[in-house]
């Protein structure tokens, strides 16, 4: 079964893609593709501003990472024509806006990477980091790049 079929099994629409800076949204070089950070955007809006351990919870920070992971995806796609071009994920940064003594930055991430091992399985294991950070563009909550392999 392709990636494709699994984003519609779990109902996961890849929305367009939108730049709002002056970078690229990926760049490839070799058989890599680095692809710049994505905000949790749905519908062109930011939905989970704030501070995790602050006006977040740990859940909608969860979902706010698969948020972000979608339009990582949605840039993959568009970058190499279909997703099972993808050889191998093999890293994931994701950066959360933390409130003071917030720690659990990599439960946050989690909501990202559960979502590359149930779309590519064992291609969707990678390395990772995930790191608090003051603030994040537009207030949003979390941001997370990634780098993967194509064929």
């Known amino acids: 079964m392709g990636i494709d079929q699994r984003l519609r099994d779990l109902q996961i629409q890849l929305p367009e893609i939108q730049v709002a800076g002056l970078y690229q949204p990926a760049v490839k070089t070799g058989n890599l593709i680095f692809v710049s950070g994505q905000l949790p955007k749905s519908e062109g809006r930011i939905v989970s501003q704030g501070k ?31 997703l099972d071009k993808v050889k191998q994920i093999i890293r994931l940064t994701g950066y ?11 439960k946050v991430i989690d909501g990202a990477s559960e979502l590359l091992v149930e779309l590519f399985g064992p291609l969707g294991r990678h390395s990772r980091v995930a790191v608090g950070v003051a603030e994040l563009p537009m ?6 790049d990634l780098i993967a392999e194509f064929i």
């Open 96 to 106: 959360v806006a933390s409130a003071p003594g917030f720690k659990d930055q990599p």
């Open 139 to 144: 207030g949003a909550s979390v941001e997370i």
């Open 52 to 82: 995790l351990g602050g006006d977040v919870t740990l859940e909608i920070g969860r979902r706010a990472a698969r948020t972000c992971l979608v339009n990582v995806l949605a840039v993959l796609k568009s970058e190499l024509g279909s």
